[in-house]
């Protein structure tokens, strides 16, 4: 599966929705002027796949809401779908969200008819285990009291499933409950395909279904010698072998439709669970006949993780918090013990540790733990480094606090705290960059902003390495040294009187005539920010001095437009 695009909505400066796409071959790169709302793109898009991910939203403020464009390969189908020959070579999906900002609504004219099919046989369970809940009301009804509810036949005691004293009420009770979840469960698949025809909301289907056991159904007679008065006793012929027979054949007939009932509500029930836990990200397993869980559980993945790297200057200059916790925020090697912790360390105490370092306080590290951080941060020493770093050790000051100590080959030793923005940077970069697998979503905010211009040439080609890779890469810049050679994958940002806006910059031959004709100085990407601004500002005016530069050019607005493209 692979991402085409996500488009949030209602987050900070993006008022209206943002379609931000993911280029094939290349990293999707944002670039504008400062204030546009590039950061808000990327904090928006980090909340939407963290919340489709989690079972709880993360903390922050949330979009209105968002799209994403998938595509299913072949082989994405072929698994969903197994042993169908009718299937497209790809499939293109769009997911919605819902209420919560999860998922919410699945829109694919062809996968919406694949999806039929199941939930079809979905309903058909739903009508089953209603039939069964039926034909053990016939059993119920062969026990029932007359009118005034006085039972014609004395000879007979019920028990429930426990083997507990029960009677025609109780049994009649839990029946009505058990018939109620049936319905529901028939009406939450037909609403899933209410309203639009090419659209599957899964709205409904995460109900709690299952909360009640078909296993309480059944009931069991006994015979029980009638009490009869002694004058009865003179007219009332008592035929045992027969009351004995017709209690027999009620309860195998009882125990068939219980068996039934309960056959079609674990089925039931099974899909149910699956939905919710695909829905959810919990581990169960799926029906085997499904492909409506697998899906959910797939498309959960718009980024199977999301990791965003933020611009170091912005952490320094707006201090969200005071004291203590604002040091910590600003200190290097909390911040890489922090991505260590979230994305290598495998330990039980791993999400307790996290929490004491969103409190600003330094958990404690064993002397092994120590050890294989340190293990872990000598083996990501960046490349530049190796000609004037001889070693990295983890030490720990007198208040507990850890520090990461580069041992220059000067024979000076220096804490990462105290050396170089970029260097700082670069090793949070690569330590984050080492976690990463395909599927996964790097966000990044400003890179390499304090580096030299070969380095950031050079991080320019590791951001296109990961992207060749499988990993998706978004990130902000002001940095041309960071704009690959084939520019089609910048969208400029913009910030208009509606909002933060996007938009595409179409290929480079088409670049190149009108940053020629249109009077763009400069013959890299941000010379073209000019014209965009123009546009975004008043897009009448931008158009007629469009217009007229290629009239006076090329003398007709045919041979304009057949050389402009």
């Known amino acids: 599966m692979r991402s085409i695009a996500i488009t949030p909505e209602g987050y900070r400066s993006i008022k209206e929705p943002v379609r931000i796409d993911f280029c094939r071959d290349l990293p999707t790169v944002l670039v504008g002027k400062n204030g546009s709302g590039k950061t808000n793109i990327l904090s928006a898009l980090e909340?939407?796949?963290?919340?489709?991910?989690?079972?709880?939203?993360?903390?922050?403020?949330?979009?209105?809401?968002?799209?994403?464009?998938?595509?299913?390969?072949?082989?994405?189908?072929?698994?969903?779908?197994?042993?169908?020959?009718?299937?497209?070579?790809?499939?293109?999906?769009?997911?919605?969200?819902?209420?919560?900002?999860r998922i919410g609504q699945i829109r694919s004219k062809e996968l919406t008819a694949l999806l039929r099919e199941e939930l079809h046989a979905m309903t058909e369970q739903a009508n089953a285990l209603e039939h069964a809940l039926d034909s053990y009301e016939q059993q119920l009804a062969a026990i029932a009291g007359d009118d005034d509810g006085i039972d014609p036949v004395h000879c007979f005691a019920a028990t429930d499933h426990r083997g507990l004293s029960t009677n025609y009420g109780m049994l009649c009770l839990r029946l009505g409950c058990t018939l109620d979840r049936a319905r529901e469960l028939a009406d939450a698949v037909q609403r899933s395909f209410s309203g639009e025809e090419d659209a599957f909301s899964l709205a409904g289907l995460d109900a709690p279904f299952g909360m009640l056991d078909a296993k309480v159904q059944p009931f069991r007679l006994t015979y029980v010698e009638p009490q009869l008065a002694a004058f009865e006793k003179r007219y009332v012929t008592v035929d045992r072998t027969n009351l004995r027979r017709q209690i027999a054949r009620i309860n195998k007939k009882t125990a068939a439709a219980c068996a039934a009932i309960d056959e079609q509500w674990n089925a039931l029930t099974q899909r149910m669970k699956g939905l919710r836990a695909a829905l959810t990200n919990e581990q169960t397993m799926f029906p085997r006949d499904s492909a409506l869980c697998p899906l959910i559980r797939r498309i959960r993945a718009i980024g199977r993780r999301c990791l965003f790297l933020r611009s170091e200057n912005s952490a320094v200059i707006f201090k969200e918090n005071e004291g203590r916790q604002q040091i910590y925020?600003?200190?290097?090697?909390?911040?890489?013990l922090a991505v260590y912790l979230r994305q290598v360390y495998r330990g039980d105490d791993r999400e307790e540790r996290l929490r004491q370092l969103e409190k600003g306080e330094m958990p404690s590290l064993?002397?092994?733990?120590?050890?294989?951080?340190?293990?872990?941060?000598?083996?990501?020493?960046?490349?530049?480094?190796?000609?004037?770093?001889?070693d990295i050790t983890v030490e720990r000051a007198e208040r507990g606090e850890l520090s990461i100590v580069l041992h220059e080959n000067t024979g000076d030793t220096v804490s990462l705290d105290q050396t170089s923005a970029g260097r700082r940077w670069y090793f949070t970069f690569l330590l984050m960059k080492s976690t990463l697998s395909p599927g996964d979503l790097f966000l990044i905010d400003e890179p390499a902003a304090a580096l030299h211009p070969l380095a950031q040439k050079a991080v320019r080609e590791e951001?296109?390495?990961?992207?060749?890779?499988?990993?998706?890469?978004?990130?902000?810049?002001?940095?041309?040294?960071?704009?690959?050679?084939?520019?089609?994958c910048v969208r400029f940002v913009t910030m208009t009187d509606g909002g933060t806006a996007v938009a595409a910059i179409g290929d480079e031959e088409q670049m190149a005539t009108l940053r020629a004709q249109i009077g763009c100085d400069g013959d890299d990407v941000f010379s073209l920010q000019e014209l965009v601004d123009r546009y975004?500002?008043?897009?009448?005016?931008?158009?007629?001095?469009?217009?007229?530069?290629?009239i006076e050019k090329f003398s007709s607005i045919e041979a304009a437009a057949s050389a402009v493209g």
């Open 329 to 336: 925020r600003q200190d290097a090697s909390h911040t890489i």
């Open 463 to 488: 951001l296109c390495a990961l992207k060749r890779a499988g990993i998706e890469v978004i990130f902000t810049t002001h940095s041309p040294y960071l704009i690959p050679a084939k520019q089609h």
């Open 47 to 101: 909340w939407i796949i963290q919340n489709v991910r989690s079972e709880i939203a993360p903390p922050g403020e949330d979009p209105q809401g968002w799209t994403a464009e998938l595509l299913l390969s072949t082989e994405d189908l072929a698994e969903l779908f197994p042993g169908r020959t009718d299937l497209p070579e790809e499939m293109p999906i769009t997911v919605c969200a819902g209420a919560d900002g």
């Open 366 to 390: 064993s002397d092994e733990e120590t050890d294989a951080f340190t293990s872990y941060l000598r083996s990501v020493q960046p490349q530049f480094e190796q000609g004037m770093i001889r």
């Open 536 to 550: 975004e500002r008043n897009a009448e005016e931008a158009a007629r001095r469009c217009y007229y530069a290629l």
